[in-house]
């Protein structure tokens, strides 16, 4: 499985991003996919999650109420909307997938990523 996340770029303080990441195989729909972020000097850190249907959803609490993520399987591609973005959402953003098992907060448990996208939040 390929990962190819998109969407980073340099936005200013309450503004919007939308990321995505495509996926190159059919089976997509059947894997949890998930993202995380990196920021400089900093481990990898959870920010939210999705079941394979979609129909289960989990974020980290920093972002909670500001970031929705979503997928669409017929196209093989994830979203994560980002709004009311900070400067500590500044980071290169992950996505990753999950081939078998439920979604997770542990980066451990995602057996592909894509190469990041880097997201610049300026104050």
């Known amino acids: 499985v390929q990962l190819q996340a998109s969407g980073g770029g340099l936005v200013q303080a309450g503004g919007s991003l939308r990321l995505s990441c495509a996926a190159t195989?059919?089976?997509?729909?059947?894997?949890?996919m998930g993202w995380f972020r990196q920021a400089p000097g900093k481990e990898r850190e959870f920010v939210s999650a999705?079941?394979?249907?979609?129909?289960?959803?989990d974020y980290a609490d920093s972002v909670k109420g500001r970031f929705t993520i979503s997928r669409d399987n017929a196209k093989n591609t994830m979203y994560l909307q980002m709004n009311s973005l900070k400067p500590e959402d500044t980071a290169v953003y992950y996505c990753?997938?999950?081939?078998?098992?439920?979604?997770?907060?542990?980066?451990?448990?995602?057996?592909?990523w894509g190469q990041g996208t880097l997201v610049t939040v300026s104050s």
């Open positions: 999705v079941s394979w249907s979609g129909a289960t959803t």
């Open positions: 990753a997938a999950r081939v078998w098992g439920e979604l997770s907060l542990l980066s451990y448990d995602y057996d592909y």
């Open positions: 195989r059919r089976k997509f729909s059947s894997y949890a």
